[in-house]
């Protein structure tokens, strides 16, 4: 909107009067129903996108980070062509933008995953690294699904790591966490946790009761990140 000064200059309206729902150009109801409409589509991938995400955090775990980034970066991958790309961008223009983010990040992984398998070894051991690894596995694969439901909204609506976007970039942190070090773990970190902002963001705005837990994946996230460079500044090695 456009206001009009005494001399005849235009000038903006004063940007504290705008909130971020402003800027959403959809309702909850139809962010909700497109979250239905793609997992009714792809019924039953979910079984096998769990089972993906459920591997990859395993490998993980036990120092496979070619094998792991592998399966992360097809979830990740697929999830920005399928979903972002192919659904949410016919909603917000910028679907397409974050869509070909996370094939970048998905990019990114696999050659991660490779050049960490030459060094990497199991996590096994417990750290606060691999403790915030886990949790964030756990919450975004066999954890989400389970989120729409509790918050009254029905078992049609609910969120699987590999389908939707937001499950699949919290496991991404988490597996990241038990696989990378460095400035690979850092880099691989980007795009899943600047996606939980904007999804936590966006969740806020339509009200939704769970956007909160976002922001709190991004900051175990970012503990977990920090507490492992500080605690092995040598793994930026080549």
Not at 179 to 186: A, K, T, V
């Amino acid at each position: 909107m456009t206001n009009w000064r005494a001399a005849g200059e235009p000038c903006m309206d004063d940007l504290s009067t705008y909130a971020v729902a402003d800027f959403i150009p959809f309702t909850a109801d139809v962010y909700f129903r497109l979250i239905e409409r793609v997992s009714a589509a792809w019924w039953p991938l979910h079984l096998l996108t769990v089972a993906v995400g459920l591997a990859a955090a395993g490998l993980a775990w036990s120092g496979r980070a070619r094998i792991a980034g592998g399966l992360l970066a097809a979830a990740l991958a697929w999830v920005g062509a399928t979903f972002l790309v192919g659904e949410y961008a016919q909603l917000n223009w910028a679907g397409t933008w974050f869509g070909g983010a996370f094939v970048v990040g998905a990019a990114l992984v696999v050659l991660f995953g490779f050049a960490e398998s030459r060094h990497g070894r199991p996590v096994r051991r417990i750290s606060v690294p691999g403790l915030a690894g886990l949790t964030l596995a756990v919450v975004g694969v066999p954890g989400y699904p389970f989120i729409a439901p509790l918050a009254g909204r029905g078992w049609a609506r609910a969120e699987v790591f590999g389908i939707h976007p937001d499950p699949t970039a919290v496991a991404a942190l988490g597996i990241a966490l038990l696989m990378l070090r460095g400035y690979r773990l850092w880099l691989a970190a980007v795009v899943p946790a600047l996606w939980c902002l904007v999804s936590a963001l966006t969740l806020q705005a339509l009200h939704a009761p769970w956007a909160e837990m976002l922001y709190a994946a991004v900051g175990v996230a970012l503990v977990g990140v920090l507490w492992r460079s500080l605690a092995d500044p040598g793994s930026g090695r080549v």
